[in-house]
């Protein structure tokens, strides 16, 4: 079999954890799908202890029990075969964040997060392989959560599977601590309200979404920040996470967002922004391995902070 890289993860036995078997730990505490648990048993080295006062590590059986102070040694292997078809690219990447597991990126503006027939070569995926294989790391490209093409900010990566899987899982609770920015048309009525409007996809038009009682529910909170001439800074957190949800909710209530030319075209003035201005500025998750609360913030890209400092 092919291996492209591991991730090895070591655990200390705790007095509550003693008289486990292997397999609850690499479940309960690991998290590791029986899947995983499986694949692991088929490396040699793959489940290993260290029990106190023995320097050494053993292999260990998954139904054999475990002792406080006992150290679990535990390495999560990665197919090369499924590294898929990523074309590494020279483009820069702007790291927020990065360790063994995860790696979070400030994606611009403008900017398609993954490969497809119009962008083979030029999109946050291709930019991440060739980071990947400037620095000799041998990971699969694995996107948790999504940006639409035109929007900016925070968006993880996950380094392995097992990390993808538990991120995963955690989704809709990320989805619901993360804050966008967006520049809006018009001057708001409100401070503050919520958009509470199904939404659905427009008859015989793929892309585009609309308000339609047929649709989904989508729940929009916003805030305002600033209010400006004939447009306005808002924040902005979901329930929900439909398609271009923002984008449609703001337009909705006759707020489109400068530069949307999906949803905003009766803009007399979008302040020369080129795409729809939103941001993904802050988000919250827990660390797939570690356990810790995680909570990152991305600055404005230069033409969203641009129009404000004007």
Not at 37 to 60: A, H, L, N, S
Not at 153 to 161: P, S, V
Not at 287 to 292: D, K, N
Request: aromatic content about 6%.
């Amino acid at each position: 079999m092919n291996i492209s890289s591991l991730r090895e993860i070591e655990i200390k036995i705790t007095e509550d954890e003693a008289g486990l078997k292997v397999r609850e730990i690499m479940s309960g505490k690991l998290k590791l799908s029986s899947r995983e648990i499986t694949r692991c048993k088929q490396f040699e080295d793959g489940v290993m202890i260290k029990i106190p006062g023995d320097p050494q590590y053993k292999m260990i059986w998954l139904k054999e029990t475990v002792s406080a102070g006992d150290i679990l040694k535990v390495r999560i292997y990665e197919d090369i075969d499924n590294s898929g078809d990523v074309v590494p690219s020279d483009d820069p990447i702007d790291i927020v964040f990065e360790d063994e597991d995860i790696i979070l990126l400030n994606k611009p503006g403008d900017m398609v997060v993954h490969p497809s027939y119009a962008h083979y070569r030029d999109s946050l995926s291709n930019a991440l392989a060739g980071y990947y294989k400037r620095t000799g790391q041998s990971h699969v490209i694995r996107t948790i959560g999504r940006l639409d093409r035109e929007t900016s900010g925070l968006l993880i990566f996950a380094k392995n599977r097992h990390a993808a899987a538990i991120l995963s899982n955690q989704k809709e609770n990320m989805s619901r601590r993360k804050e966008y920015l967006a520049l809006v048309s018009g001057i708001m009525e409100n401070a503050q309200g919520t958009i509470d409007a199904p939404i659905g996809q427009e008859e015989g038009v793929r892309m585009i979404r609309k308000v339609t009682d047929s649709g989904k529910q989508a729940i929009t909170h916003y805030r305002l920040i600033r209010q400006f001439a004939d447009y306005a800074l808002i924040k902005l957190h979901l329930d929900t996470g439909r398609t271009h949800q923002i984008r449609v909710h703001m337009s909705y209530i006759g707020h489109p967002l400068l530069g949307d030319n999906l949803y905003g075209k009766e803009i007399e003035d979008n302040h020369g922004m080129m795409r729809a201005a939103l941001h993904a500025a802050h988000l919250e998750f827990i660390h797939p391995i570690t356990g810790q609360s995680m909570s990152f913030d991305a600055d404005l890209p230069d033409d969203m902070a641009g129009l404000i400092r004007q």
